[in-house]
T-cell receptor, first 115, second 111 residues
Framework: DGGITQSPKYLFRKEGQNVTLSCEQNLNHDAMYWYRQDPGQGLRLIYY???????QKGDIAEGYSVSREKKESFPLTVTSAQKNPTAFYLC??????????????FGEGSRLTVL | AQSVAQPEDQVNVAEGNPLTVKCTYS??????LFWYVQYPNRGLQFLLK??????LVKGSYGFEAEFNKSQTSFHLKKPSALVSDSALYFCAVRGGQNFVFGPGTRLSVLP
């Protein structure tokens, strides 16, 4: 089945460590996104990418980094510079185009807890 | 810039009763509007979208939404609520390649 796979589902990190969250899609979508969700809050955009080897900062990019070496993959690294990394992270993808009206498809999320 | 408001943090409804989850938006140009549902510790699932055409949009699981251009609203509705509809609901608007989400409304359907 086509979809988006995020791993790991749960991750624990000690302060000062970098961690990388995986996101893979087989929907052949050009655009991929990373969102952060905190309890009682909506989704905030961290980074997005519309094409391989290119990506743009979202609203809360500080302390995060991404890469887009393959169309199918968009890993997110939470660095030690991120002051409050404990959150639920969601990866998504969509088709793009000049008049695209497509919806976002989401993975199942990764919950990161800093100990 | 696009924005989305969901004026109610929480909506409670009895099973079998109709439900409404409210959403208002602000966007320049044509509004592309979406509703998503999220169950605990899961990703968001797409319910329905409005692009153009009929103001009443039908979606998954018996949900529908009514687009009202003059009131800039896109309320989610269901004629008869189920306990299994209890979840977090997000309204979103697409502007170009980016999406803006509302803060979410928690729906509780009481048996």
């Amino acid at each position: 089945d086509g979809g988006i796979t995020q791993s790991p589902k749960y991750l624990f990190r000690k302060e000062g460590q970098n961690v990388t969250l995986s996101c893979e899609q087989n929907l052949n979508h050009d655009a991929m996104y990373w969102y952060r969700q905190d309890p009682g809050q909506g989704l905030r955009l961290i980074y997005y990418s519309q094409i391989v080897n290119d990506f743009q900062k979202g609203d809360i990019a500080e302390g995060y980094s991404v890469s887009r070496e393959k169309k199918e993959s968009f890993p997110l690294t939470v660095t030690s510079a991120q002051k409050n990394p404990t959150a639920f992270y969601l990866c998504a993808s969509s088709i793009i185009g000049r008049e695209s009206t497509g919806e976002l498809f989401f993975g199942e999320g990764s919950r990161l807890t800093v100990l | 810039a696009q924005s989305v408001a969901q004026p109610e943090d929480q909506v409670n409804v009895a099973e079998g009763n109709p439900l409404t989850v409210k959403c208002t938006y602000s966007v320049s140009g044509n509004p592309y509007l979406f509703w998503y549902v999220q169950y605990p510790n899961r990703g968001l699932q797409f319910l329905l979208k409005y692009i153009t055409g009929d103001n009443l949009v039908k979606g998954s699981y018996g949900f529908e939404a009514e687009f009202n251009k003059s009131q800039t609203s896109f309320h989610l509705k269901k004629p008869s609520a189920l306990v299994s509809d209890s979840a977090l609901y997000f309204c979103a608007v697409r502007g170009g390649q980016n999406f803006v989400f509302g803060p979410g409304t928690r729906l509780s359907v009481l048996p």
